[in-house]
C-alpha cells in the first residue's frame, strides 16, 4: 500500500525542529565566540554574552517538542486509519 503523503510535503512539527536547529546553531556559535577568549587570554565577554549561549538548550528542546508533536500526528494518524 503506497504512502499518500507527499515527501516534500511539511507535517507538523516540523517548523518546530527547523526552528529549534537554528536556535541550537545561533548558541553554538555564541558558545564559541563566548570560550575563545578564554583560549585567546584576553578580557572575558560580559555576563550577557554566557546567557546567549544557553539558546543551545532551548532550541534543543524546541527541536525535541517538534519531534514529539510529529510522532503523535502520525500515531493519531495510523490509528485512524487514513
Given at each position: 500500500?503506497?504512502?499518500?503523503?507527499?515527501?516534500?510535503?511539511?507535517?507538523?512539527?516540523?517548523?518546530?525542529?527547523?526552528?529549534?536547529?537554528?536556535?541550537?546553531?545561533?548558541?553554538?556559535?555564541?558558545?564559541?565566540?563566548?570560550?575563545?577568549?578564554?583560549?585567546?587570554?584576553?578580557?572575558?565577554?560580559?555576563?550577557?554574552?554566557y546567557?546567549?549561549?544557553?539558546?543551545?538548550?532551548?532550541?534543543?528542546?524546541?527541536?525535541g517538542?517538534?519531534?514529539?508533536?510529529?510522532?503523535?500526528?502520525?500515531?493519531?494518524?495510523?490509528?485512524?486509519?487514513?
Amino acid at each position: 500500500m503506497r504512502d499518500k503523503t507527499q515527501a516534500n510535503s511539511a507535517g507538523p512539527g516540523d517548523g518546530m525542529v527547523r526552528t529549534g536547529a537554528i536556535v541550537f546553531f545561533v548558541g553554538a556559535v555564541a558558545t564559541l565566540v563566548t570560550v575563545a577568549p578564554l583560549f585567546l587570554g584576553t578580557d572575558p565577554f560580559p555576563s550577557i554574552a554566557y546567557a546567549v549561549c544557553m539558546l543551545m538548550g532551548v532550541g534543543f528542546l524546541i527541536a525535541g517538542a517538534g519531534v514529539l508533536r510529529g510522532i503523535a500526528f502520525q500515531r493519531r494518524r495510523a490509528r485512524s486509519g487514513t
